[in-house]
């Protein structure tokens, strides 16, 4: 019997729950991220940006040394916190992958953040995703999931 994984998340957390039998899930893992939940101006600091190098003003995409700008400096506080915890999230399902924890997956998220988790996966953990659910299901409580799935004609 292959073994299904669900993974349920959202920016704040993410919950990796096995498929036990007929409507029956097991949480195996739950991976928070309270920053996720945090606002932008709760995420930045009063302190000024240092450069090595060049002051002055550069072109829009650069630093003002002059460089490309890093992904830190063309997102907010908030983006990159939540496309480190896709990452985290991507590396988590990659190590159980080699581990052979699972064999199939079903990934429930939000639009966003599903998109953001999409470009975190490893290339062998795409090849496992047996089914997407566009929704931010994370929320729901073990045996809510269980219900979600039987009602709406998804089999566990």
Known sequence: M???????ADASRARVLQVAGP????EVENLPNPEGRAHERDMQTDAEPRFNGHGGVGKPGTSSNGG?????????????AVSTFARRVGDYLEKARTAHRYDQLVVIAPPKFLGA??????KEVEKLVADEVP??????S????????????RSL
């Open 117 to 122: 988790l999409r470009k975190e996966m490893g």
């Open 135 to 140: 929704k931010d299901l994370s929320w729901l």
């Open 2 to 8: 292959k073994t299904t994984w669900i993974i349920a």
């Open 142 to 153: 073990q045996r809510e999931l269980e219900g979600y799935f039987s009602k709406d004609g």
């Open 23 to 26: 409507e029956k899930l097991v």
């Open 68 to 80: 490309q700008a890093s992904d830190r400096e063309t997102q907010g506080p908030r983006e990159h």
